[in-house]
């Protein structure tokens, strides 16, 4: 039943995009970027309707309260595709750091680029971190908060943390306090698996780490509190990582 489910809420998705693309080559031209960053929740809210009532994943959002008003850095694990489905519901002014090859897509990456995400030219090293800061310092000009992915991908529950030293370069050239999230998204819409499992995704923003740490501080509490939190809401879920990343293997293999 999971398999069959999961094969119809893919040709949902599919057809809700195509829909949903059709619709903004028609309003697009009018649309700022606030007004395709709505659109966008739009099409995130119809995936989520399809999570709910044909696969059985719905989702938990806590501790929103640790989340300030004004523009901060939001740290997040990165376990599935749902969570950059779904964020922009959750943090409705909010940039996204993405890959230079994402903005080329047509239509698509035009939109992206409207919206306001950022575009990381993923050249060297120096010009990749420098295109990230200066879009950051762009959204936060304009009152959003400005979302990445410290491990630069997805890990399944269980996998051993890669944090990348971009976080902590982006932490000491905006001088802000960064909001670390956890979540066990993965342990119900694995990375790289076809088979969804029904159950509640969780996703908890933590208490803020404050501007001004020292890098190695920084990056020790960051991975901290975030795979701490990580293990208790994949335990959550219903069992350990090692278990759900077996349960994963099998379900990508099927």
């Not at 959550?236 to 278990?243: I, K, L, N, P, V």
Request: charged share 20%.
């Amino acid at each position: 039943m999971t398999l069959i489910r999961s094969a119809i809420f893919n040709v949902l998705i599919w057809t809700w995009t195509l829909v949903c693309l059709i619709g903004i080559l028609v309003v697009g031209p009018f649309l700022d970027a606030p007004g395709v960053r709505a659109y966008a929740r739009r099409w995130e809210r119809g995936i989520i309707f399809l999570l709910r009532w044909v696969v059985g994943i719905r989702h938990e959002v806590r501790g929103l309260q640790h989340l300030p008003a004004e523009p901060v850095i939001i740290a997040s694990k990165h376990q599935s595709a749902w969570e950059t489905l779904t964020f922009h519901t959750i943090v409705h002014e909010l940039s996204v750091g993405l890959k230079y090859e994402l903005t080329r897509i047509p239509v698509f990456g035009h939109y992206l680029v409207k919206s306001g995400c950022i575009r990381i030219d993923r050249g060297a090293a120096a010009k990749a971190l420098k295109s990230l800061v200066d879009g950051a310092e762009r959204a936060m000009a304009a009152g959003r908060h400005v979302m990445i992915f410290p491990e630069g991908t997805r890990r399944s529950p269980g996998a051993p943390p890669d944090y990348k030293p971009g976080v902590a370069a982006l932490y000491k050239q905006l001088g802000r306090p960064c909001v670390p999230v956890a979540l066990n998204s993965g342990a119900f819409w694995g990375r790289r698996s076809f088979a969804k499992r029904p159950g509640t995704i969780v996703i908890e923003f933590l208490e803020p780490i404050p501007a001004g740490l020292a890098r190695a501080a920084f990056m020790r509490t960051l991975e901290e509190r975030i795979e701490t939190a990580t293990a208790r809401l994949v335990a959550e879920a219903g069992g350990s990582t090692a278990e759900l990343a077996s349960a994963q293997k099998l379900s990508s293999r099927a």
